[in-house]
T-cell receptor, first 111, second 114 residues
């Protein structure tokens, strides 16, 4: 079974630029999550999807962050414009039966 | 609100030493409990989980954890660590009857000296 796929693995951008991350969950997993992980911290949920519906986006900074999962499979997370404080690892996970499987993450550096 | 606390931020052990990493959570209802591990340069992997039943759960690579409901704890243990156990360990909790959101602790970095 293939794992959660994320791209790119690394991204370096200048502040105020837009950036997008892509995630393909494990086949058959209807629930998809985006997390933010700062250095030395545990992941924090940004948004959770059940199929194509965002069921929990309370932690997503909606002024600059957006996400979509149009066909209920893969998903994109966008930041526009990026700020210095957005430098972190962005993790995608998918789940079945309450067990979450994580992708390798995208490490974002904002200069 | 739910929270998870991991007491040890950085642990250094010699090979063959015993390991216990503390994890406490705050939520009064039914919870699912997890330990994840992140080896250097790799993604988060599930080490073990507790949903119900026997409070002593065994995971991969010789790890085990004990759920003590009265103490709101889910400590991770391994009788004899190896150099390859060097990694970051995260405790996580979700409450299915609440939001179902997975809440992570801040992590414990384990360094095993050969």
């Amino acid at each position: 079974e293939a794992g959660v796929v994320q791209s790119p693995r690394y991204k370096i951008i200048e502040k105020k630029q837009p950036v997008a991350f892509w995630c393909n969950p494990i086949s058959g997993h209807n629930t998809l999550y985006w997390y933010l992980q700062n250095l030395g911290q545990g992941p924090e949920l940004l948004i959770r999807y059940e199929n194509e519906e965002a069921v929990d986006d309370s932690q997503l900074p909606k002024d600059r962050f957006s996400a979509e999962r149009l066909k209920g499979v893969d998903s994109t997370l966008k930041i526009q414009p990026a700020e210095l404080g957005d430098s972190a690892v962005y993790l995608c996970a998918s789940s079945r039966n309450n067990e979450q499987f994580f992708g390798p993450g995208t490490r974002l550096t904002v200069l | 609100a739910q929270s998870v606390s991991q007491h040890n931020h950085h642990v250094i052990l010699s090979e063959a030493a015993s390991l216990e990493l503390g994890c406490n959570y705050s939520y009064g209802g039914t919870v699912n409990l997890f330990w994840y591990v992140q080896y250097p340069g790799q993604h988060l992997q599930l080490l073990l989980k507790y949903f119900s039943g026997d409070p002593l759960v065994k995971g991969i690579k010789g790890f085990e954890a004990e759920f003590i409901k009265s103490k709101f704890s889910f400590n991770l243990r391994k009788p004899s660590v190896q150099w390859s156990d060097t990694a970051e360990y995260f405790c996580a909790v979700n409450a299915p009857s609440n939001t179902g959101k997975l809440i992570f602790g801040q992590g414990t970095t384990l360094q095993v000296k050969p």
